[in-house]
């Protein structure tokens, strides 16, 4: 699928959503229940593991 554009970066919350169309809201959620993983980087920074991501969505669009 379209999902290897995730991988090797380090993607912002709000870029995420926008590129999925989901809101940011279910992007913190998603890390929250460790569907996906985040680095944080201080108390206002964090970003998106790629590889994560693509395979969370990888596996999402199978079931």
Same mark, same amino acid.
């Given at each position: 699928? &379209? ?8 993607? !912002? !919350?709000?870029?995420?959503? +926008? +590129? ?5 809201? @279910?992007?913190?959620?998603?890390? $929250?229940?460790?569907?996906? $993983?985040?680095?944080? %980087?201080?108390? $206002?920074?964090?970003?998106?593991? &790629?590889?994560? %991501?693509? +395979?969370? %969505? +990888? @596996?999402?669009?199978?079931?």
């Amino acid at each position: 699928m &379209g999902f290897d554009r995730f991988r090797n970066r380090m993607i !912002p !919350p709000q870029k995420c959503a +926008e +590129e999925l169309s989901v809101s940011e809201f @279910t992007i913190h959620r998603w890390i $929250r229940e460790k569907k996906i $993983r985040a680095v944080k %980087l201080s108390s $206002r920074c964090t970003r998106i593991i &790629g590889d994560s %991501l693509a +395979e969370y %969505l +990888e @596996t999402a669009a199978r079931a």
